[in-house]
Protein backbone atom coordinates (compact mmCIF):
# COMPACT_ATOMS: atom_id res chain seq x y z
CA UNK A 1 0.00 0.00 0.00
CA UNK A 2 2.89 2.32 0.89
CA UNK A 3 4.48 1.58 -2.02
CA UNK A 4 1.52 1.95 -4.24
CA UNK A 5 1.04 5.64 -2.87
CA UNK A 6 4.68 6.77 -3.15
CA UNK A 7 4.15 6.28 -7.18
CA UNK A 8 0.81 7.40 -7.07
CA UNK A 9 2.30 11.12 -5.58
CA UNK A 10 5.46 10.48 -8.22
CA UNK A 11 3.29 10.45 -10.75
CA UNK A 12 1.16 13.20 -9.93
CA UNK A 13 4.50 15.50 -9.60
CA UNK A 14 3.40 16.07 -6.04
CA UNK A 15 6.92 14.58 -4.27
CA UNK A 16 9.96 17.07 -5.11
CA UNK A 17 12.17 16.26 -8.11
CA UNK A 18 15.99 15.28 -7.35
CA UNK A 19 18.07 18.13 -7.56
CA UNK A 20 19.74 17.31 -10.70
CA UNK A 21 21.58 21.07 -10.54
CA UNK A 22 25.42 20.93 -11.59
CA UNK A 23 28.02 19.82 -14.59
CA UNK A 24 28.30 16.28 -15.06
CA UNK A 25 30.38 14.46 -17.59
CA UNK A 26 30.30 11.86 -19.40
CA UNK A 27 32.23 9.39 -22.15
CA UNK A 28 30.00 8.16 -25.24
CA UNK A 29 32.19 5.18 -27.72
CA UNK A 30 32.26 6.00 -31.19
CA UNK A 31 33.08 3.06 -33.85
CA UNK A 32 34.42 3.85 -36.83
CA UNK A 33 35.26 0.83 -39.65
CA UNK A 34 33.52 -1.97 -37.49
CA UNK A 35 35.77 -3.08 -34.77
CA UNK A 36 38.91 -1.74 -36.39
CA UNK A 37 39.29 1.92 -34.64
CA UNK A 38 37.40 2.50 -31.39
CA UNK A 39 37.50 5.83 -29.89
CA UNK A 40 35.94 8.01 -27.35
CA UNK A 41 33.60 11.52 -27.16
CA UNK A 42 33.81 13.23 -23.98
CA UNK A 43 29.98 15.28 -23.27
CA UNK A 44 29.64 17.58 -20.66
CA UNK A 45 25.87 18.74 -19.93
CA UNK A 46 25.26 21.51 -17.58
CA UNK A 47 21.64 21.43 -15.74
CA UNK A 48 19.71 23.86 -14.21
CA UNK A 49 17.23 22.49 -12.59
CA UNK A 50 13.65 25.39 -11.36
CA UNK A 51 11.35 23.26 -10.11
CA UNK A 52 10.26 20.47 -12.62
CA UNK A 53 11.98 22.42 -15.26
CA UNK A 54 15.19 21.86 -16.68
CA UNK A 55 17.67 24.26 -18.77
CA UNK A 56 21.41 24.31 -19.53
CA UNK A 57 23.98 23.34 -22.25
CA UNK A 58 25.58 20.44 -23.64
CA UNK A 59 29.41 21.62 -24.63
CA UNK A 60 30.99 19.91 -27.25
CA UNK A 61 34.81 20.22 -29.26
CA UNK A 62 33.78 23.38 -31.32
CA UNK A 63 30.40 24.73 -29.69
CA UNK A 64 27.92 24.43 -27.03
CA UNK A 65 23.95 23.81 -27.61
CA UNK A 66 21.29 25.18 -25.51
CA UNK A 67 18.59 22.79 -23.63
CA UNK A 68 15.55 22.23 -24.86
CA UNK A 69 11.85 21.21 -24.01
CA UNK A 70 13.61 19.87 -20.09
CA UNK A 71 12.02 18.49 -17.21
CA UNK A 72 12.64 16.28 -14.66
CA UNK A 73 10.09 13.98 -12.81
CA UNK A 74 11.06 11.80 -9.62
CA UNK A 75 14.23 10.82 -10.37
CA UNK A 76 14.06 10.86 -14.22
CA UNK A 77 15.59 13.59 -16.76
CA UNK A 78 14.26 14.04 -20.30
CA UNK A 79 15.49 16.49 -22.48
CA UNK A 80 16.20 17.34 -25.55
CA UNK A 81 19.31 19.21 -27.84
CA UNK A 82 20.08 20.16 -30.85
CA UNK A 83 23.75 20.30 -31.88
CA UNK A 84 26.37 20.52 -34.77
CA UNK A 85 28.25 17.22 -35.04
CA UNK A 86 30.08 15.61 -37.42
CA UNK A 87 28.78 12.82 -39.74
CA UNK A 88 31.85 11.65 -42.49
CA UNK A 89 32.96 14.32 -44.40
CA UNK A 90 29.83 16.82 -43.56
CA UNK A 91 28.40 18.74 -40.57
CA UNK A 92 24.70 17.46 -39.75
CA UNK A 93 22.38 19.70 -37.24
CA UNK A 94 21.32 16.57 -35.21
CA UNK A 95 18.34 16.78 -32.78
CA UNK A 96 19.89 14.87 -29.75
CA UNK A 97 16.91 13.34 -27.43
CA UNK A 98 18.23 12.64 -23.86
CA UNK A 99 16.51 10.15 -20.98
CA UNK A 100 17.85 9.41 -18.13
CA UNK A 101 17.25 8.31 -14.15
CA UNK A 102 19.39 9.19 -11.07
CA UNK A 103 21.15 6.29 -9.62
CA UNK A 104 21.47 5.63 -6.08
CA UNK A 105 25.32 6.23 -6.44
CA UNK A 106 24.70 9.92 -7.93
CA UNK A 107 25.29 9.10 -11.67
CA UNK A 108 22.59 9.27 -14.47
CA UNK A 109 21.98 6.08 -16.83
CA UNK A 110 21.51 8.05 -19.57
CA UNK A 111 20.39 7.03 -23.43
CA UNK A 112 20.61 9.40 -26.59
CA UNK A 113 18.50 8.99 -29.33
CA UNK A 114 19.31 10.86 -32.00
CA UNK A 115 15.72 11.45 -33.56
CA UNK A 116 16.56 13.20 -36.68
CA UNK A 117 19.46 15.03 -38.93
CA UNK A 118 19.83 17.57 -41.51
CA UNK A 119 23.04 18.72 -43.38
CA UNK A 120 23.25 22.00 -41.67
CA UNK A 121 24.96 23.16 -45.17
CA UNK A 122 21.73 22.98 -47.44
CA UNK A 123 19.07 21.58 -44.86
CA UNK A 124 18.92 18.06 -46.82
CA UNK A 125 18.05 14.86 -45.46
CA UNK A 126 20.86 12.99 -44.03
CA UNK A 127 20.86 9.29 -43.19
CA UNK A 128 21.14 8.10 -39.74
CA UNK A 129 22.25 4.35 -38.84
CA UNK A 130 20.19 2.88 -37.09
CA UNK A 131 22.71 1.22 -35.02
CA UNK A 132 24.34 4.38 -33.91
CA UNK A 133 20.97 6.26 -33.71
CA UNK A 134 20.89 5.09 -29.87
CA UNK A 135 23.78 5.25 -26.77
CA UNK A 136 23.35 4.76 -23.41
CA UNK A 137 26.12 6.07 -21.32
CA UNK A 138 26.71 7.23 -17.39
CA UNK A 139 26.97 10.92 -16.89
CA UNK A 140 29.19 12.11 -13.54
CA UNK A 141 28.08 15.16 -11.54
CA UNK A 142 31.49 17.66 -11.18
CA UNK A 143 31.71 18.00 -7.20
CA UNK A 144 30.88 21.80 -6.58
CA UNK A 145 33.72 24.07 -5.09
Known amino acids: ?45 KLVQSGNELSGKQYSDYQSAPIIQGKITGDQVDFVIVAQEQQSN ?36 YDIKAAKATQTFTLRRLPTT
Open 1 to 45: MKTLLIATLLSAGILPAADVSGTWLGELSMGFNGDYLRVTQQIAI
Open 90 to 125: QITESRLHYIGRLQKDGTIEVTRTRESATNAGNSGG
